[in-house]
């Protein structure tokens, strides 16, 4: 969520440059592709369904745009689509219904985030009972129907607050104060919804969930009673049950297969601290380790891969947001999770939204949209080269993102420079086969101050074995190298 926003660090980024046919008089640094690392096969990249798609779920348009790799027109616009194949389904919490005679509490959760919860009354657990009603949140399970027939193959379902009826406020906004607002006696019920949901998606929708993540940025003290969105603050010792509790209700069902991801916090640094809070039992019914991105350029993201990696466990960036529209913080902070974190499917949070958070312009609580932030032609530099199945490579710089193709040996480099433009060496020496002097690499460009967005171009060659580039200030490219081996 967008709870917190720390300040970025400049110059942090070094540069990767416009590649040029002739040698640089001297390149200002080199960096040197390492093929035998290998930083995790890439699961892919994602987007939240909540909230925008209960506004605009029945937009074939949008799921064109964000869920395949063809060319949509938007706004008059052609848009390179972001080809994403993740997507995270938010289990509501809110419904308007009376339960001899008590009702959700009256709260400031703005209209666009009351997602509508399945489990309506605590009168029967059984999903063909009144007490289920499985016709709400049309538009989201629309937009997730959508995304599935354009090609998206993992599926999260997550939560931001736990029903309403299983608050001890009866307010899915949170508690007075912050503390914890799930009632001890719900906690099980809570894995039970969730379970039940995955279970009836499986049997009814043909969705069948990758993962379920029971909580939302847990350890913050910031979900009160007038906060503007669901949310819902767990104790690490409420965690542990729930983490338990919802591993054997999916077994009992029969969803072995289904992940328990956890614990969606705000930091890098508290979702290391929330991990080593957790005892073994609880750890041991833990799938994946899933953080959110809002430190930003701080944080220690490489002590969270350290406890993961000795845990056996991938990571997600599973919920990522800024306020910069220009997609520079965006292209910091995620060069920085694959120098660090090494997280194996990274997510987006609103697709659409106001002017600096959205990839998409608009207002959700009023319908409209806008245009095509800059910061999405910067997001289309990763999710469109950077593909489902690529080895992460160690690229020998914080400033690059280096990834194998396999099937097609080829390979991906994506670079960005926020300093005084200069030149770059890449140098693929270390390959066993590093393409072929004069070959041809395609080259895209993003500059994050002028009007060029996602251009393509055809003028860069290998020399020997290697490119360079340059980069003027502000620009972001991808680059693609055929016929290389590790």
């Known amino acids: 969520m967008k709870s917190i926003l720390l300040n970025r660090y400049t110059g942090l980024l070094a540069v990767v440059g416009t590649l040029l046919v002739g040698s640089p008089t001297a390149a200002d640094s080199t960096t040197t592709i390492d093929p035998t690392a290998n ?45 994403l194949n993740i997507v995270r389904y938010n289990a509501g919490a809110c419904s308007s219904n009376s339960i001899n005679g008590t009702t959700m509490a009256a709260n400031d959760i703005l209209p666009s985030r009351q997602m509508d919860g399945y489990w309506i009354d605590w009168a029967s657990a059984d999903p063909a009972s009144s007490s289920w009603s499985w016709g709400v949140d049309v538009n989201q399970r629309n937009m997730m129907a959508m995304a599935k027939a354009r090609g998206v193959n993992r ?29 001890s006696w719900n906690i099980q019920n809570h894995a039970v919804y969730l379970a039940t949901i995955a279970k009836y998606a499986h049997d009814n929708w043909g969705i069948t969930f990758t993962s379920v993540e029971p909580f939302n ?3 913050s003290a910031w979900w009160t009673d007038t906060n503007n969105q669901e949310g819902s603050h767990f104790s ?28 969606d916090e705000n930091t890098y640094d508290l979702a290391t601290a929330t991990w080593n809070s957790l005892n073994a039992t609880s750890r041991t019914n833990v799938g994946r380790i899933n953080v959110h991105g809002y430190q930003q350029t701080g944080g220690r993201r490489d002590l969270l891969y350290t406890a993961a990696s000795s845990a056996g466990l991938d990571i997600w960036n599973s919920e990522y947001g800024d306020a910069d529209s220009t997609g520079q913080q965006l292209a910091q902070d995620l060069l920085l999770d694959f120098s660090w974190l090494h997280p194996t499917a990274w997510t987006y949070w609103q697709a659409i939204d106001v002017p600096g958070w959205g990839l998409i312009e608009g207002n959700i609580e009023t319908s409209q949209l806008a245009g095509v932030a800059k910061k999405y032609y910067v997001l289309a530099h990763f999710t469109r080269h950077i593909r489902e199945g690529m080895r992460i490579l160690d690229s020998g710089s914080d400033t690059v993102v280096a990834a194998y193709d396999a099937s097609n040996q080829k390979l ?15 140098d693929l020496s270390e390959f066993s086969k590093a393409s072929s002097n004069g070959a041809s690499v395609a080259r895209w460009s993003t500059h994050m101050d002028s009007g060029e967005q996602y251009a393509t171009y055809s003028d860069t060659f290998m020399s020997g074995t290697k490119f360079w580039s340059y980069f003027d200030q502000n620009v972001i490219q991808s680059f693609e190298v055929n016929n290389v081996s590790l």
């Open 39 to 83: 930083r995790g096969s890439w699961e892919g990249w994602g987007v939240s369904l909540a909230w925008w798609g209960k506004i605009f779920g029945d937009r074939d348009d949008l799921a064109d745009i964000f869920f395949t790799m063809n060319s949509p027109s938007y706004n008059g616009t052609t848009v390179p689509g972001l080809g």
């Open 412 to 426: 991906i480099i994506v670079a960005a420079n926020f300093d005084a433009g200069q030149y770059i060496n890449f």
């Open 236 to 263: 690490i010792a409420t965690q542990m049950q729930v983490i338990i509790y919802l591993r054997t209700e999916l077994n009992n069902r029969g969803l072995t297969s289904t992940l328990v991801s956890a614990s």
């Open 155 to 183: 599926f999260e379902l997550f939560s931001n607050s736990p029903m309403w009826w299983m608050c001890s406020n009866h307010n899915p906004a949170g508690a007075a104060g912050g503390g914890e607002n799930i009632q």
């Open 217 to 219: 940025e847990p350890s």
